[in-house]
Nanobody
Framework: QVQLVESGGGLVQPGGSLRLSCAAS????????MGWYRQAPGKQREFIAA???????NYQDSVKGRFTISRDNAKNTVYLQMNSLKPEDTAVYYC??????????????WGQGTQVTVSS
């Protein structure tokens, strides 16, 4: 069993910054891709950014240059540094990971989400 726990959300003014963290724990052998998604009220969940175990990154166009994804493989943790935040970034942010467990099975896992609100 694998758990993902996000932290770091909150209320921030437009132009401000937040750093989200997501730590994976449990029966983990390795983690391939780790990523962040978000879901705003009344909208579908959308991809934000992802990073492979080797450090290759990919971003949604709307966050390029503002958000930076990184990870600490030793801690099974992924981060999302969010700068120049806009009201339209307001959403619940979810962590996702492609996990290989100790039985060598591969599956996707989601965190419970953390609220980010950008408002003056």
């Amino acid at each position: 069993q694998v758990q993902l726990v996000e932290s770091g959300g909150g209320l921030v003014q437009p132009g401000g910054s937040l750093r989200l963290s997501c730590a994976a724990s449990g029966s983990i052998f390795s983690i391939n891709v780790m990523g962040w998604y978000r879901q705003a009220p009344g909208k579908q969940r959308e991809f934000i950014a992802a990073i492979t175990s080797g450090g290759t990154t990919n971003y949604q166009d709307s966050v390029k240059g503002r958000f930076t994804i990184s990870r600490d493989n030793a801690k099974n943790t992924v981060y999302l540094q969010m700068n120049s935040l806009k009201p339209e970034d307001t959403a619940v942010y979810y962590c996702n990971a492609e996990v290989v467990n100790t039985a060598r099975s591969t599956f996707g896992s989601w965190g419970q989400g953390t609220q980010v609100t950008v408002s003056s």
